[in-house]
């Protein structure tokens, strides 16, 4: 089992004890005497399975630092180690470090070997699972993109074009997870793919429709969402694509403005043509509630500068 290690404390013994602890451990052990050197080496790009530091130090404490890295680098372990082991120590660093371990000095090398093992055991087979999951959700994705290409190009393009303009705007909004909607985007037509040819070009050519062809295709979006929801990590996406085409559905809060997102871009490529730009479409495009509509604020500002 081998790993990287950072120890920081503002004692030089103690960074030296730890690494004489770990000398004969297949573990890499890099020291940083302060907070601000810790956060720097992360900065600068190092990759640690396992961070210990101490709780006093100058300048920044064990807990700060931990909350930090717990924000920038949420995958990697925390262990923090403490001379004062009171119930609000443990509690801040419970809640705001959410630490791994919480050992008091002095700490016997032992447990403190054990525990690092443990983290690093535990860092090891998440990556695995993570990466797993990954694999999965790629290979799910292509596949949904391999039937629409074989069994609707026309989907498929169009879906294409969706997640070009989801692009621009996700760049631009500076959204936190911007995978979301850029598939959401992506994947929206995929519900359409069981409709009936006849209806499909009724849709194109924007013919008029029967009640009964209008039902079959209220029942879209709750398809997609039935398919979209089943492949791992795809549950928001689901949720985002089904809210945007049928408002009346909930999802949660965190959703709503890439539903509002996703819901102008569906209006947009419906409505624009080789003869209408984006930016007069959105123009004319007026909110779909009376509460207004932040994505189509957002599209406009994307689209017309």
């Given at each position: 089992m081998t790993g990287n290690l950072l120890f920081v404390d503002d004692d030089p013994k103690a960074l030296a004890g730890y690494e004489r602890s770990f000398c004969r451990e297949p573990l890499m052990v890099t020291t940083a005497t302060s907070g601000a050197q810790a956060l720097a080496r992360l900065t600068q790009g190092e990759e640690f399975d396992v961070i210990v530091s101490d709780l006093r130090m100058p300048g920044m404490d064990g807990i700060e630092l931990l909350s930090k890295v717990a924000a920038f680098r949420p995958d990697t372990f925390r262990i923090l180690l403490t001379g004062a082991a009171d119930l609000q120590t443990a509690v801040a660093a419970v809640n705001q470090a959410?630490?791994?371990?919480?050992?008091?000095?002095?700490?016997?090398?032992?447990?403190?070997?054990?525990?690092?093992?443990?983290?690093?055991?535990?860092?090891?087979?998440?990556?695995?699972?993570?990466?797993?999951?990954?694999?999965?959700?790629?290979?799910?994705?292509?596949?949904?993109?391999?039937?629409?290409?074989a069994i609707d190009p026309y989907a498929l393009r169009h879906g294409e074009r969706l997640l070009q303009y989801a692009r621009r705007v996700s760049k631009a909004a500076e959204l936190r997870e911007p995978w979301r909607l850029q598939l959401a985007a992506m994947?929206?037509?995929?519900?359409?793919?069981?409709?009936?040819?006849e209806l499909k070009q009724a849709i194109a050519q924007n013919a008029p429709l029967r009640e009964d062809q209008r039902e079959r295709l209220r029942e879209v979006p709750l398809a997609t969402h039935r398919l979209l929801c089943h492949i791992p990590r795809l549950e928001p996406v689901a949720d985002i694509v089904l809210r945007a085409q049928s408002p009346q559905h909930e999802c949660p809060k965190d959703l709503w403005?890439?539903?509002?997102?996703?819901?102008?871009?569906?209006?947009?490529?419906?409505?624009?043509?080789?003869?209408?730009?984006?930016?007069?479409?959105?123009?004319?495009?007026?909110?779909?509630?009376?509460?207004?509509?932040?994505?189509?604020?957002?599209?406009?500002?994307?689209?017309?500068?």
């Open positions: 959410g630490i791994f371990r919480l050992l008091l000095k002095p700490c016997p090398a032992e447990a403190l070997v054990s525990s690092v093992r443990e983290a690093v055991r535990l860092r090891s087979a998440l990556g695995a699972e993570k990466e797993l999951l990954e694999q999965t959700v790629t290979g799910s994705v292509a596949l949904c993109m391999d039937l629409l290409a994947l929206s037509p995929i519900g359409f793919v069981a409709l009936p040819n403005l890439e539903a509002d997102i996703l819901a102008v871009l569906l209006r947009l490529a419906a409505e624009t043509s080789d003869s209408q730009s984006e930016a007069a479409a959105l123009a004319a495009m007026k909110p779909s509630s009376e509460e207004g509509s932040p994505g189509l604020e957002l599209v406009r500002r994307v689209f017309t500068g």
